[in-house]
């Protein structure tokens, strides 16, 4: 390609970039949270201490809730897309504010995996907290937490 071509086929490929772009800009994500019954809501179920409980929404909730508070780039295809999955993965392995539904051994499974997916750093996800500073947590916050998880559990493990 000569000097003047291959000018023109970067400002042509820049040109079709930004276009495709603006075209994912049209599928939106559907951010319209599912009724929630404080009822069902595990925090009101289980009535953990003011700390315990800040962790749980600040760190847990926006995945694995009814409650999902959507930051701005919410709006920005493709990052919306890959929000979207989390939130819907995360929500259908394990939904707080469905806790009222589950059986007595599935709710103990659960908190087992809580205690476990927190004791070992795999919750919250890493992609999480680069952009939520509340919910990185210290190794003394990770362990309360864990326990405090345990400790809700129910007859013998
Ligand atoms: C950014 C979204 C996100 C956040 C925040 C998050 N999770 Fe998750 N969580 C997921 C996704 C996605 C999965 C399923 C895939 C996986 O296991 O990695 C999952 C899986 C889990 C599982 C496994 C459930 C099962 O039975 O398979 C547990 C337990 C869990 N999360 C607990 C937590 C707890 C406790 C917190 C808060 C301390 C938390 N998560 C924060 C997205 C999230």
Redesign the pocket.
């Known amino acids: 390609m000569g000097k003047k071509k291959r000018k023109g086929f970067l400002k042509y490929s820049f040109i079709l970039l930004l276009v495709a772009f603006v075209v994912m800009q049209f599928f939106t994500i559907n951010k319209t949270n599912p009724k929630v019954e404080k009822a069902k809501d595990f925090i009101a179920i289980a009535t953990p201490p003011a700390d315990i409980e800040k ?2 929404r600040s ?2 909730y ?3 809730s009814n409650e999902t508070v959507y930051p701005w780039y919410s709006n920005l295809a493709p990052v919306s897309w890959w929000l979207e999955d ?2 819907e ?2 929500r259908s ?2 939904n707080f504010s469905e806790w009222g539904n589950y059986e007595e051994d599935k709710a103990n ?2 908190l087992h ?2 205690e476990e ?2 004791e070992e750093k ?4 890493s ?2 907290t680069w952009s939520h500073g509340d ?1 990185k947590f210290t190794d003394a916050q990770r362990d309360k ?1 864990a326990k405090w ?1 345990k400790s809700k559990m129910t007859g013998e493990e």
């Open positions: 962790m749980i760190a847990c926006d995945c694995h989390h939130i993965e995360g392995h394990l499974h659960k995996e809580c997916e927190v795999e919750m919250p996800l992609s999480y919910a937490l998880f």
